[in-house]
């Protein structure tokens, strides 16, 4: 089993910047933040392979946020930096201990409690 506690979530305004935090207990092969804003589906926005460090960036975040591990602490990062009011969703932490493929939301085992980002225009 591994546990996720997310922070660093909160309250910005458009333009602004927030770095999310996610301690992992044991292992992990892949880790990814996740977004959900009301009335709209979970989508990915980016991932890490910790071992190799590839990572991976949705559209619409590519050049604003960083993902990142810290191998040392078992903690998963995402600087966002230039935020816009569409960023505003609540954030999920997301881990896989086995090898294989990481795209998808249905091949992470593990999940955290989620942390809420709004950011005002």
């Known amino acids: 089993q591994v546990q996720l506690v997310e922070s660093g979530g909160g309250s910005v305004q458009a333009g602004g910047s927030l770095r999310l935090s996610c301690a992992a207990s044991g292992y992990t092969y892949c880790m990814g933040w996740f977004r959900q804003a009301p009335g709209k589906e979970r989508e990915g926005v980016a991932r890490i392979y910790t071992g190799s460090r590839s990572t991976y960036y949705a559209d619409s975040v590519k050049g604003r946020f960083t993902i990142s591990h810290d191998n040392a602490k078992n903690t998963l990062y995402l600087q966002m930096n230039s935020l816009k009011p569409e960023d505003t969703a609540m954030y999920y932490c997301?881990?896989?201990?086995?090898?294989?493929?990481?795209?998808?939301?249905?091949?992470?085992?593990?999940w955290g409690q989620g942390t809420q980002v709004t950011v005002s225009s």
């Open positions: 997301a881990a896989r201990r086995g090898g294989g493929y990481c795209s998808f939301q249905t091949e992470y085992n593990y």
